[in-house]
């Protein structure tokens, strides 16, 4: 078995090797080339290709390529088919050109008839190739796919497409379809003006429509003049691109516009950087610009048709063999081996000077790459790749794109619009003040100074750019009137303006008109009101939670509690208590009662105690009472405080909605009056109506106006406005205050033209800013410490939870006072016990009074001194005893009664022991 098979594999080896040793091609092969009179540099490229095939030794190494070249006069096709009958004539192998497509027309119908290979470097929007047509150009419907991938990819929602010829809407099919699938996308065509060279006067009118998006589309040749003339209409700003959908846009010179940022992109076909255009190079260096350029993609096509054809053969040549007869226009007698050769065609897999090149079955090349172009400075550098099945990739990183629009912006003087605004934009205070003359010399930042003023500054440190203000005219911010954009928007959608920042609110309706970076101030609809002028402080307001009815029944009930203390306390045995001297004492005195129940009353408690049940009751019951009005009363008096605060007629927008007394409104113009209009909330709904039916009207001309409305009307105006204005006006104004809460959210940002390069760029500055503090940094300085911030606050205005002195005055009176009288009654008891010794010891008052002065005030009198009382308690105890003594002595000498005394008698008759005398009985 293994002989055999040895066998079969030298048999078959050497039918291989004389195979290869006869060739199956003739000695030479000839091509057809047709061009036209204008066509000079693709007939140049054609005989370059046959040249490299006869130098390349790896393919036809037994055949040599030979070219016959006819020429014609360009747009004749009779002369062109006239010209190609003349070279098939002895015999040809394949048709390369024309260009025109007239003649294209001439040479496919006849390539058709004759089976000669039609090898074509022209684009052509059909979708049924002809029998024996072959094209390495990209099917214009795949490059309309790479459009249409790169408009998607950069979210263009609005573009102009700028053509030549109606051919040029045939190769931009799949992006003129794309609003179809991609919504929200509005594109507008424009023909470039036949016949002429001016097109000044349709860029203008590009320019008015204020669209930054160009798709163009024209001859190579007339790009760079198309460019020139927009440059000198302003239209190659920073803020427009360019779309140009020529494969060759990485030879335009743009020297010219090395200092502008408009944005130039297209895709490329040819890469120079290949493998392939390295080896073409070094064997033709290229010596031609323009059209003439030998990499020029029309150029390079030809020569990569010449080369895939050359490969068919050469896979041909190995397998079956292929001979060339003369050919007729008139006879019609087609090539025997047509087919043939077209099938190997149709098989090539060839890597050319345009990439990669493969064909599908119906004859179509497919799988090829595109390079994106876009431009950096005076030259277009590779940024994405696109492909049929992936899209754009960029190769970029978005810090990288980001880093190249910061690079941009280092050399670039960004111009800012702005308005006066406190405190955003404010007009320097100049001590002593300065002539006008002297103002108009000044630099706008000598002049003006604000918040804003301060952001832009520590943010061009921040993102490294130069920037110069202007006040808009008129001073507006931006509304849609008319169809038309006013103020800093319109500044920015015409390009004046680079930047426009003051406290301008991010809305929807704006974002459709511009861009804006992340807020740098978080506010929303607050409402201004004029603060109640409070009533005199009552010195006794700390009586006021309870009525005076209630005051009087609980002094009622302390004196009826009191009294009943004490006649219980007297009534009950168990409280009193043996001396120990054969009688009793009770503590409940009157006075002791009274101490009771005050102390009870005021949670201070007693050192007096009931000790029996009954007045244990009374007791419980009265504690338990004054713990419910103490605590009543405490509670009543934070109620009280609290709606004294609450003073306003209204505190809400709801409120404002449910009342026709106050009026309110918005700024006519602004973000506040189209919250209102576009808001689906029926309070706000509510209010908004009422705003527009109110006679007269309750709009405003701006938010000073409407400030000093509120001032004026005096309760009877509310203002909407955003909060920060709110915050600023309040700290400065003692008697507005804001109502309420936010009504929405909404942010402050800083706004630029619509799809602006920088807006990235300034927003990452504007989030580091906000991370350093930068920002609450500079509202602090603003809104709390510049211009009288913080005036009301020292004025006592931001206490608003605190009682004042004068509120509690009552207080501080009835302290005084019983200090006053507790002070009297101290000097009388003095007096009356010193004026009673002076009697007893025959002193003067007067000055027992003076040594006692002397001695309460002398720090060095000590704690302890002679008690007079004492003294006085010891004599009177000696005179106690005394008449004690005479009275036992009596009672001892008449123990038994007197003799005739009818009380003896008495005592003698009810007791057996005493002698009777005279009795009678």
């Not at 490329?268 to 350029?293: C, M, T, W």
């Amino acid at each position: 078995m293994m002989t055999v098979s040895l066998r079969m594999l030298l048999i078959a080896w050497g039918t291989i090797t004389c195979l290869q040793s006869v060739s199956s091609l003739p000695e030479v092969i000839k091509l057809a080339g047709l061009f036209d009179t204008n066509s000079a540099s693709q007939e140049a490229s054609f005989l370059r290709a046959v040249d490299a095939v006869n130098d390349d030794r790896t393919i036809l190494t037994k055949s040599l390529v030979s070219a016959d070249v006819g020429r014609y006069p360009a747009d004749d096709s009779f002369k062109a088919s006239k010209k190609l009958c003349e070279i098939i004539q002895p015999g040809v192998s394949a048709v390369f050109g024309p260009t025109t497509e007239a003649a294209c027309h001439h040479v496919q119908a006849l390539s058709d008839t004759l089976h000669v290979p039609f090898m074509q470097s022209k684009y052509a929007y059909i979708f049924k190739r002809a029998d024996f047509s072959i094209s390495v150009h990209p099917h214009p419907s795949l490059l309309s796919k790479a459009f249409a991938d790169f408009v998607r990819k950069s979210n263009w929602r609005s573009l102009i497409v700028l053509y030549e010829t109606e051919d040029g809407l045939v190769k931009l099919q799949e992006l003129l379809k794309l609003p179809k699938t991609f919504h929200g996308l509005k594109i507008t065509l424009r023909q470039l003006t036949p016949d002429t060279l001016d097109y000044r006067p349709l860029l203008k009118e590009i320019k008015k429509s204020e669209e930054t998006r160009i798709v163009l589309d024209c001859d190579y040749d007339k790009i760079a003049l198309i460019l020139a003339q927009a440059d000198e209409l302003s239209l190659l700003t920073d803020y427009h691109n360019y779309l140009v959908t020529s494969l060759d846009v990485d030879k335009i010179n743009l020297d010219a516009y090395v200092h502008h940022n408009v944005n130039i992109t297209g895709f490329r076909l040819i890469d120079p950087d290949s493998s392939a255009v390295h080896q073409y190079l070094k064997k033709f260096p290229n010596a031609g610009e323009g059209k003439e350029n030998y990499l020029f993609t029309e150029n390079a096509l030809v020569h990569d048709a010449v080369r895939v054809y050359a490969k068919a053969l050469n896979d041909l040549d190995s397998l079956q063999e292929m001979e060339i007869q003369p050919l007729s226009c008139d006879a019609g007698a087609a090539w025997e081996d047509g087919e043939k050769v077209l099938g190997y065609i149709k098989e090539v897999e060839y890597v050319g000077l345009s990439g990669e090149i493969k064909f599908d079955s119906e004859g179509f090349r497919t799988k090829f790459p595109l390079d994106l172009m876009e431009k950096v400075r005076n030259r277009l550098k590779k940024t994405a790749v696109w492909t049929e099945a992936g899209g754009v990739n960029y190769t970029l990183t978005a810090t990288e794109m980001i880093g190249q629009a910061v690079m941009k912006l280092q050399n670039k003087t960004l111009r800012i619009t702005t308005t006066g605004n406190d405190p955003y934009v404010m007009k320097k205070i100049f001590d002593p003040p300065v002539s006008p003359e002297a103002l108009q010399r000044m630099s706008f930042e000598e002049k003006y100074e604000g918040f804003c003023v301060d952001l832009i500054k520590e943010l061009s440190k921040e993102v490294k750019f130069k920037y110069k203000f202007y006040l808009v005219e008129g001073g507006g911010y931006g509304s849609f009137k008319n169809g038309r954009w006013t103020g800093m928007i319109a500044d920015l959608r015409a390009q004046k303006a680079d930047l426009a920042v003051i406290d301008m609110s991010i809305t929807s309706i704006r974002q459709t008109a511009v861009d804006f970076t992340m807020p740098y101030m978080s506010t929303g609809v607050g409402i201004l009101y004029k603060k109640k002028i409070p009533p005199p402080p009552n010195p006794f307001s700390f009586l006021q939670p309870l009525s005076i009815e209630v005051w009087i029944y609980t002094t009622t009930a302390y004196l009826g509690v009191s009294i009943v203390l004490f006649l219980l306390a007297r009534i009950s045995p168990y409280e009193w208590e043996d001396d120990g001297e054969g009688s009793a004492t009770n503590q409940w005195t009157i006075s002791n009662a009274l101490w009771f129940g005050i102390g009870s009353f005021l949670c201070q408690g007693c050192d007096i105690l009931p000790k029996t049940i009954s007045t244990r009751t009374v007791a419980i019951m009265w504690w338990f009472f004054t713990l419910i009005m103490m605590s009543s009363y405490t509670a009543n008096l934070a109620a009280f405080l609290t709606a004294s605060k609450m003073s306003s007629p209204v505190n809400s927008a709801e409120d404002l909605s449910k009342q026709t007394k106050i009026k309110f409104g918005t700024y006519c113009c602004g973000s506040t009056n189209s919250f209102f209009r576009g808001s689906t909330i029926p309070t706000y709904q509510k209010l908004n109506a009422f705003m527009e039916s109110a006679k007269p009207s309750v709009y405003t001309s701006g938010n000073s106006a409407g400030i000093d409305r509120v001032r004026k009307e005096d309760g009877l105006y509310a203002f909407f406005m955003e909060a920060a204005a709110i915050e600023y006006h309040i700290e400065r104004k003692c008697d507005l205050k804001q109502l309420g809460g936010l009504l929405d959210s909404k942010g402050y940002g800083i706004a630029l033209p619509k799809d602006s390069p920088y807006t990235q760029a300034i927003s990452q500055g504007v989030i580091r800013l906000i991370e350093k503090g930068v920002v609450t940094r500079l509202k602090k300085k603003w809104w709390e410490e510049q211009r009288g911030g913080g005036s009301c606050k020292s004025l006592g205005g931001g206490g608003g939870d605190q009682m004042s002195v004068a509120a509690l005055a009552g207080l501080y009176m009835m302290l005084i006072g019983g200090m006053v009288i507790a002070t009297m009654i101290a000097i009388c008891e003095f007096t009356w016990r010193k004026r009673k010794l002076a009697v007893d010891e025959n002193t003067s008052v007067w000055l027992e009074m003076w040594e006692e002065l002397k001695f309460a005030i002398n720090p060095f009198a000590g704690d302890t001194k002679a008690n007079p009382m004492a003294c006085d308690s010891q004599s009177a105890s000696r005179a106690s005893s005394k008449a004690m003594l005479s009275k036992s002595t009596a009672e001892s000498l008449h123990k038994y009664g007197q003799i005739g005394d009818e009380l003896s008698l008495t005592k003698a008759r009810k007791d057996s022991v005493y002698e009777r005398f005279n009795d009678q009985s």
